[in-house]
């Protein structure tokens, strides 16, 4: 059994660190609430534009882009979110085991087949000792979140897909959904993924007035059978759209734009996460250092009573002898 000494120490050392995690929960409290008003502000902006210009790729038959095709998967480029100090929970651990799941997806591919931009100094680290091909130019993000490097970081991108040095394009990072709940979430980036559009559409039928590029080739198609027909020509399925000055004036500036808002987006997402896992990880401490505290004074108190009655013991048995 420990002595009152040894006792005490420990609850002296366990005070101190309770003072520690107390002190950051309340720090990580105060970042979270300005990470979060950033994140609710940008993200119903980024989701709304990125609907916008997906439903009208989808709806649109000529409107192709070198952004939107799609072509044989050779090389993956992988940005990964993780925070660059530790002390939140299992925060950056799934991460970089979704990281892992993700590469052992491409290892086929081969050594050189994937390329991961690291957004953080912990999946950075991890990365590198797993082997994995890095490019470490972005890891400062995640310590201070700027939509200037993100567009930096798109821009790269961009001109690696268009160029065919990549085929493919995926994030890796945690949706803040709310201060308890933070959803690990792996999105495509490039090719623009438009099958998650055309799902939460319907076909064209009588009853719908909503346009899919399956309806817009039908019309293309139905429109070529028909060319020597002398009735009413087929009018375009989908008026919704008035596309100025032109096609391609729009895709070039609204595919930038939301490639950038995309990665803004997830940056603000993955930083409001990492804030709310530590906070609860910190309160979570500060819990447990209570619990233990109750525990360590009961036994101090235990073991000073029985200290106490055992001294009692020996004068009362010394006076007796006497």
């Known amino acids: 059994m420990p002595s009152l000494k040894e006792i005490k120490t420990r609850i002296a050392s366990v005070n101190s660190t309770r003072k520690i995690t107390s002190a950051m929960k309340m720090v990580a409290s105060s970042k979270l609430h300005h990470a979060q008003v950033m994140i609710e502000n940008m993200l119903p902006y980024e989701s709304l534009l990125e609907h916008i210009l997906k439903a009208f790729l989808a709806s649109e038959a000529d409107a192709t882009n070198v952004y939107t095709i799609g072509r044989d998967v050779k090389r993956v480029a992988l940005v990964v979110y993780s925070s660059?100090?530790?002390?939140?929970?299992?925060?950056?651990?799934?991460?970089?085991?979704l990281m892992q799941q993700v590469a052992d997806e491409y290892a086929p591919l081969g050594k050189d087949g994937l390329v991961v931009f690291p957004i953080g100094r912990k999946v950075a680290e991890?990365?590198?000792?797993?082997?994995?091909?890095?490019?470490t130019k972005y890891v400062g993000l995640a310590d201070k979140p700027g939509v200037d490097g993100c567009i930096e970081l798109s821009t790269e991108l961009g001109r690696m897909f268009r160029d065919g040095e990549v085929d493919r394009v995926e994030l890796v990072y945690h949706h803040f959904k709310s201060a308890g709940s933070q959803v690990l979430t792996r999105k495509t980036y490039l090719p623009i993924?438009?099958?998650?559009?055309?799902?939460?559409?319907?076909?064209?039928d009588l009853t719908s007035n909503v346009a899919t590029r399956e309806a817009q080739e039908y019309l293309k198609r139905k429109g070529t059978q028909t060319e020597n027909r002398t009735e009413e020509e087929v009018k375009p399925l989908?008026?919704?759209?008035?596309?100025e000055p032109d096609m391609d004036s729009v895709l070039a500036a609204l595919i930038p734009k939301m490639a950038h808002l995309m990665l803004y987006t997830a940056l603000l997402d993955s930083n409001a996460s990492e804030h709310a896992a530590r906070m609860v990880a910190m309160q979570t401490a500060t819990d447990n250092a209570d619990e233990l505290l109750r525990e360590l004074n009961l036994q101090y108190n235990k073991s000073r009573q029985q200290a106490i009655t055992n001294e009692l013991l020996d004068i009362v048995g010394g006076s007796v002898n006497n």
């Not at 989908?238 to 596309?243: A, H, L, M, Q």
């Open 84 to 97: 660059s100090s530790s002390l939140c929970g299992g925060f950056n651990a799934n991460v970089i085991k």
């Open 126 to 135: 991890k990365a590198a000792k797993l082997g994995y091909k890095t490019e």
């Open 193 to 204: 993924d438009l099958e998650s559009e055309l799902k939460r559409d319907h076909e064209r």
């Open 238 to 243: 989908n008026d919704n759209f008035i596309v």
